[in-house]
């Protein structure tokens, strides 16, 4: 299998619940994200990891925690979340973060919070 | 606050018409400009990266141009197929560092091709 998978493709979790989301790439790529999408507003960058190695954190709530064992697979770990933070989560992933190459996502998992 | 304005909104052709829309960015401390093409109920798939003023791809009947002077890029598609139904997006790669997180997406351009 090639690319990059997610899943689930569909989660429905309530406002206490734990669940974490999936992302596996066997491209050999060194960095992987995850994006978020509400509905009418453009992609937003969550995280960035390198190498395993968490470059950036674009100010998420700590009710999102990101976890990357290794360079092919990305979890979000999801707890006590809010009806708000339903949305498309896509995970991507690409060569390296300091070139300019292009990022190759999964296909979301789509996320409803009760 | 930086932006990324993709327009029009949203576009309805006929089949073999051509089209084109337009993403703006900012001019200063520019890396690169991607295109993704979105079809629903899949992954967003990269159809151009492009780093140079003036640089013109293509791919198919898509192509695109750069103009990083004046903040902008233009995708253009020939003679317009119902496969092209999709959300068009852009994103600019911000120079901060040369990371990849700095990439601002447009909220893209929904293009719906009638037989």
């Given at each position: 299998e090639t690319g990059v998978t997610q899943t689930p493709r569909h989660l429905v979790m309530g406002m206490t619940n734990k669940k974490s989301l999936k992302c596996e790439q066997?491209?050999?790529?060194n960095a992987m994200y995850w994006y978020k999408q509400s509905a009418k507003k453009p992609l937003e960058l969550m995280f960035v990891y390198s190498l395993e190695e968490r470059v950036e954190n674009n100010s998420v709530p700590s009710r999102f925690s990101p976890e990357c064992p290794n360079s092919s697979h990305l979890f979000l770990h999801l707890h006590?979340?809010?009806?708000?933070?339903?949305a498309l989560y896509l995970c991507a992933s690409s060569?390296?973060?300091?070139?300019?190459s292009p990022l190759h996502f999964g296909n979301g998992t789509r996320l409803t919070v009760t | 606050i930086l932006n990324v304005e993709q327009s029009p909104q949203s576009l309805h052709v006929q089949e073999g018409d051509s089209t084109n829309f337009t993403c703006s960015f900012p001019?200063?401390?520019?890396?690169a400009l991607h295109w993704y093409r979105w079809e629903t109920a899949k992954s967003p798939e990269a159809l151009f990266v492009m780093t140079l003023n003036g640089d013109e791809k293509k791919k198919g009947r898509i192509s695109a141009t750069l103009n990083t002077k004046e903040g902008y890029s233009y995708l253009y598609i020939k003679?317009?197929?119902?496969?092209?139904s999709a959300t068009y997006l852009c994103a600019f790669h911000m120079?901060?560092?040369?990371?990849?997180?700095?990439l601002i997406f447009g909220k893209g351009t929904k293009l719906s091709v009638k037989p």
């Open positions: 066997h491209l050999g790529h006590t979340l809010q009806p708000e933070d339903s060569q390296d973060v300091r070139e300019g | 001019s200063s401390n520019f890396y003679g317009s197929q119902p496969e092209d120079n901060y560092g040369g990371s990849q997180g700095n």
